[in-house]
Nanobody, 126 residues
Framework: EVKLVQSGGGLVQPGGSLRLSCAAS????????MSWVRQAPGKGLEWVSS????????TYTYSVKGRFTISRDNARNTLYLRMNSLEPEDTAVYYC???????????????????WGQGTQVTVSS
């Protein structure tokens, strides 16, 4: 059974930092690209960042570029998202997701994911 179990998140002041983790099991983690997707209050799902199976090619949506860092540890079957300089606009439920291929050019197309984490709340507020 494919499982993605998330941890991290919480309440942080603007300008603060958080790290999200996503522990994977039930599949060969090192063979698939992975992503983070978020859903802000009252809005739809938004692709945030992806990393290829080898971990050497990260991509980001424009609004988080330079502030967020995606990474993975294939030995530990874990995906990470380091979020710095957080803004109130980053408030959302964050999901990790398993892409259907080792790499891709359509990470933003959410139908290309076949497993999702349970979600974790990130709230940026003073």
């Amino acid at each position: 059974e494919v499982k993605l179990v998330q941890s991290g998140g919480g309440l942080v002041q603007p300008g603060g930092s958080l790290r999200l983790s996503c522990a994977a099991s039930g599949f060969t983690f090192s063979s698939y690209a992975m992503s983070w997707v978020r859903q802000a209050p009252g809005k739809g799902l938004e692709w945030v960042s992806s990393i290829n199976s080898g971990g050497d090619t990260p991509t980001y949506t424009y609004s988080v570029k330079g502030r967020f860092t995606i990474s993975r540890d294939n030995a530990r079957n874990t995906l990470y998202l380091r979020m710095n300089s957080l803004e109130p606009e980053d408030t959302a439920v964050y999901y990790c997701a398993k892409y259907i291929q080792p790499t891709g050019s359509s990470y933003f197309r959410l139908y290309n994911y076949d497993a999702w984490g349970q979600g974790t709340q990130v709230t940026v507020s003073s």
